[in-house]
């Protein structure tokens, strides 16, 4: 039960949401009755269908929700090898072979809201929710640095004690916190939605990306999943949250749906439908898309026991599809699955990770303790170490990252898009990839993993320079400064 | 407003005329994406561009050129903003002190005290913030 304090604010936050439902003028973009319409015109696609929306695919201008139609409903097992292939080459062509690692970091599990999935909510007194004092933000920092992460992304809930100020505090701590060579050089930022001035206030302290998941692109499922008497109840609230975001300046987005909650068909449309939104009014998608799949949470039955939940093979066309659906845009894959299932899905077109991750508040402080079941918001599937997962990378062919360079070089928002539309944005990440992942074999690999990190760099140090001999010889500079002690050069 | 650069050695190149109001944040990205441009022909450099400092984010505010995918070098001009000058190498010390004093001068121009809080650099994203008055 909510203290008198807690249900106060909430009243005052929801305040706020019914005065700004009152004044936004936006659109819902999301018309149920069309997905529906799209997904079942679409619903016994030809192969000469599917091979065309492929090849349109493979020009890399991205693929409308009646095309991505096509895929969903594509049931041939030949064609869907086509799909998945199609999606590593759109991969590779746009981003080269690198995979960016980042760190999950929960601060703050008390919530005002009641959402049925997450074991975080409310009435869910089975896990205990607690708060990281800046102390303990610190410690949390300095063993996450201390394994070699160098991006967060920072976890809130929607509650007085993580309200704007606190996140503001709480980044402006991370970005403080050293450790010998070890720091935090990216905060990105998943959090409750914002007010605009909120967002104007977070800008400032120079994050990287803002993420919300809606969760459910469907209303009626979005209502059952949200008591009405919550700030999460309010679906345009959230739907514009990062429209919101944008007019603050926030020019990095992120947006997501909880695959299993309901029909995954119609939240891929929805995550397509909500990225051509945010293009159409501000030039610029989403940075990211998140496709986290529903996982057991204590307490919580509906995360067994939903008629939704997603397989792995329709997962993996989730995956493959958005690819192909919306080429420049990151797709993040996370913890919450299965070792031997990343290893397979990374190849479709996925281009951020995380790793080495613990999902309790505090969790890293007792890295030992795989789960903390009463303190985490669901159950993690790979519980691997960053080296660990990180040596499986390097055996696999691709470059780890831990690049930052990108929002540290003005490449952002629409200059960001401006070439990483032509696709030469892997002119910068791969040896901005080189570069971060030298420093992590230097500082922190595991001689084992060194070893083989280095075979890695030498092999696109040598890939690199066949292609682009200028830009190799610049490298080749900065990874000898980085063997002379500088640190945290970049392209 | 307009501004002359000289590729040759000789005291910094300054505004050939003061604004007769202050500025608006739009006049100030035209201004510096105007100062891009001619400093690229003067200067023979194929991409200079400006951002913001925002805690560690350098927010793009505007620019001029050929992305050259090199190391950008990066100075710092005041009021938070800062200059990328890819494919520079081959100017002199002088001329790239040149090029930083006049660009700093720019900046102090539509960034005085009297334009108010610093939302005159507050034109990014969708929305453009006019300087408070």
């Known amino acids: 039960m909510l203290s008198p304090e807690e249900q106060a604010w909430r009243e005052q936050r929801m305040a706020v949401i019914r ?9 819902d973009f999301i018309n149920d009755a069309e997905i529906w319409r799209i997904l079942e015109s679409k619903a016994h696609p030809a192969r000469a269908e599917v091979e065309e929306v492929l090849a349109k695919a493979r020009e890399l201008k991205g693929l409308t929700p009646e095309e991505a139609a096509v895929l969903i409903n594509c049931r041939d097992p030949e064609l869907l090898e086509e799909i998945f292939a199609t999606a590593r080459w759109i991969k590779e062509q ?8 980042f760190a999950p970091l929960y601060i703050s599990s008390p919530c005002v809201n009641n959402c049925a999935y997450c074991g975080f909510r409310h009435t869910n007194d089975a896990v205990t929710k607690r708060t990281l004092s800046m102390d303990e933000l610190e410690d949390e920092v300095k063993v996450l640095t201390s394994k070699g992460h160098k991006r967060l992304i920072v976890v809130y809930g929607e509650h007085p004690v993580s309200d704007i100020d606190f996140m503001c505090r709480t980044i402006e701590k991370i970005y403080q916190t050293r450790n010998g060579r070890g720091e935090i050089r990216r905060v990105n930022v998943n959090a409750p939605p914002l007010t605009v001035e909120e967002y104007r206030q977070l800008k400032e302290v120079g994050i990287g990306t803002f993420q919300v998941f809606q969760e459910t692109y469907h209303h009626a499922t979005y209502r059952k999943m949200h008591p009405a008497n919550t700030p999460k109840g309010s679906y345009r609230w959230r739907l514009f949250a990062l429209h919101r975001a944008q007019e603050a300046g926030i020019d990095d987005v992120a947006i997501g749906a909880l695959f299993g909650l309901y029909d995954w068909r119609f939240e891929v449309l929805g995550l397509i439908c909500h990225a051509m939104d945010l293009e159409r009014e501000f030039g610029v998608g989403p940075h990211t898309i998140s496709f986290p799949r529903l996982e057991p949470a204590l307490n919580t039955p509906l995360t067994t026991n939903s008629p939704y939940l997603v397989n792995d093979e329709d997962f993996k066309k989730i995956i493959a599809i958005l690819r192909c659906a919306v080429p420049y845009t990151g797709l993040i894959l996370t913890c919450r699955e299965r070792p031997e299932l990343r290893r397979e899905a990374i190849r479709l077109g996925v281009s951020q990770t995380d790793a080495g991750s613990r999902i309790a508040v505090g969790g890293y402080a007792e890295m030992e ?35 930052t360079a990108g929002y540290r070089a003005g490449r952002t928002g629409c200059h960001f898009i401006s070439f990483a539309k032509k696709g030469l944005v892997k002119n910068f990440c791969t040896p901005n990839a080189v570069l971060t992942f030298k420093e992590y074999l230097m500082d922190y690999a595991s001689p084992a993993t060194r070893e083989v990190g280095e075979r890695v760099i030498d092999r696109y140090v040598e890939e690199f320079a066949r292609q682009m001999p200028r830009r ?20 | 407003m307009t501004f002359t650069f000289r590729a040759q050695n000789g005291s910094p190149a300054g505004p050939e005329k003061w604004p007769d109001t202050l500025p608006s944040a739009e006049e100030l990205l035209r201004a510096l994406e105007e100062a891009a441009a001619r400093a690229c022909a003067a200067y023979g450099v194929p991409k200079i561009y400006f951002a913001l400092a925002l805690g560690k ?13 090199l190391p950008a070098v990066r100075e710092p001009l005041g009021r938070g903003i800062w200059v990328f000058i890819e494919g520079g190498e081959h100017m002199t010390a002088a001329q790239k002190e040149q090029l930083l004093a006049t660009l700093r001068s720019l900046v102090g121009i539509y960034c005085t005290q009297e334009c108010g809080k610093v939302a005159a650099f507050q034109a990014i994203g969708g929305r453009r913030e006019e300087v408070d008055r």
């Open chain 1, 19 to 27: 005065e700004y439902e009152e004044r936004e003028l936006r659109a």
């Open chain 1, 94 to 101: 746009v981003y080269g072979n690198r995979i960016v690692l």
């Open chain 1, 369 to 403: 303790r795989e789960h903390i079941l009463d303190r985490q918001q669901f159950q993690l599937g790979d519980t691997r170490s960053l080296d660990e997962f990180i040596y499986e990378l390097c055996q696999d062919g691709y470059i780890p990252s831990f690049c």
């Open chain 1, 472 to 491: 190799a010889e610049a490298l080749k500079g900065m990874l000898a400064r980085l063997e002379g002690g500088e640190r945290d050069l970049y392209f």
């Open chain 2, 57 to 69: 984010r350098l927010h793009y505010l505007t620019g001029y050129g050929e992305e050259t995918y």
